[in-house]
């Protein structure tokens, strides 16, 4: 097959890592392989750019400056490569890919991959959605929660393959033994509003009121860094957090943490929660969306209610309190499950099979 992937830029996100695994797994089986930014794809700060290949992205180069330019550029490029699908990430890119097809007489197939879903809680970007995702080939979620929502707020029409593929993840090495002596917390992500960060403090001060065995990283930048620092700093606390900024993903302390946190809003499938897993950490994430499919009734994981960071330093405790067997025990069921459903051959496979149903190919 000839596939091509149009995304906005391949800097470091989740979405842009799953590209990157697609792009490399696809290949070694044969396939060609096309990314198309719909950027310039020029440098992000605080962001390196993913394990793809230079030879295969194509920046278009798009602004409201240069739409006509950038248009004919893609048309000339679709030209070239003849790619039999288009797997378009996010709304831009699948309205992009529509807007192709109309103009010219293409005949590619485009698939919508959707990962996110604030479309459940933003009615006008539910209907950009939906009317991006009229008369598509095949839509692809994450998640079940994904999966659920998309069919409550998009309308997706019945002639569309609408299936959940997991993200891939790959098995990670843990530095910890389980005889813990300090306590190391995670955070993994952007300090925004939806990551509630500010949640994931105040349920450390919490635990910090009873037991300062710990030490608390975390990795990402935002807006809501310095008011984090200050919270810290009020309570002279500062010795307990280690504030890293944006961190390569691959930089991120997974393998010498041993509790993953994520306090957000809402999630589709969180990659700072399968990163933590798959290096065998504890991980505590809110009961909502994709975290709570992870999460709920594992040895490995707790949840706790959006904003209630009472429930969450509880849960902090409960895990602090495990002896080592069950420390061991819950490790293995974490990196067990990710081998089971995440790995990169399986979800692949899956891929695979989804554009050859969409292709009619056997």
Request: glycine residues 8%; contains cysteine; proline residues 3%.
């Amino acid at each position: 097959m000839r596939i091509g992937f149009v995304i906005g830029q391949t800097y470091a996100g989740g979405m842009e890592r799953q590209l990157a695994y697609l792009c490399y797994s696809l290949a070694q089986r044969g396939h060609e392989v096309f990314v198309y930014t719909v950027s310039g794809n020029n440098r992000t700060p605080g962001r390196e750019k993913v394990d793809i290949s230079d030879k295969i992205i194509y920046p278009l180069y798009f602004t409201k400056y240069t739409k006509y330019f950038s248009t004919f550029y893609f048309k000339l490029l679709i030209q070239k490569h003849s790619p039999d699908l288009l797997v378009a990430f996010q709304v831009g890119s699948i309205e992009l890919c529509k807007k192709m097809l109309g103009l010219n007489s293409f005949k590619f197939k485009i698939v919508g991959n959707l990962r996110g879903i604030k479309f459940s809680v933003d009615r006008e970007l539910a209907i950009r959605y939906m009317n991006a995702c009229k008369e598509i080939d095949g839509i692809i979620c994450n998640s079940k929660s994904g999966y659920d929502l998309a069919k409550q707020h998009l309308n997706i029409n019945d002639n569309s393959v609408l299936i959940r593929i997991p993200n891939i993840v790959t098995l990670g090495k843990s530095d910890q033994s389980i005889v813990v002596k300090r306590w190391k917390i995670l955070f993994a992500g952007s300090l925004k509003d939806v990551k509630d960060p500010l949640t994931f403090i105040k349920g450390i001060m919490e635990v910090l009121k009873t037991n300062r065995n710990v030490e608390v990283t975390i990795a990402g930048g935002g807006y809501l860094e310095e008011k984090m620092k200050k919270i810290v700093a009020d309570v002279g606390m500062q010795k307990y957090f280690n504030f890293l900024g944006f961190v390569k993903p691959e930089n991120v302390p997974y393998s010498s943490s041993h509790i993953v946190i994520s306090s957000s809003l809402r999630e589709a499938s969180s990659n700072s929660i399968l990163e933590g897993l798959a290096h065998g950490c504890l991980v505590i994430g809110t009961d909502t969306g994709g975290t709570t499919e992870l999460l709920k009734g594992t040895p490995y994981g707790k949840l706790f209610p959006v904003g209630d960071y009472l429930m969450l330093s509880k849960h902090i405790i409960e895990f602090m309190n495990l002896n080592p067997i069950q420390l061991s025990n819950a490790r293995n069921m974490a990196k067990d499950y990710i081998n089971g459903h995440h790995n990169i051959n399986d979800v692949t496979n899956e891929y695979e099979k989804l554009l050859k149903e969409i292709l009619n190919e056997e």
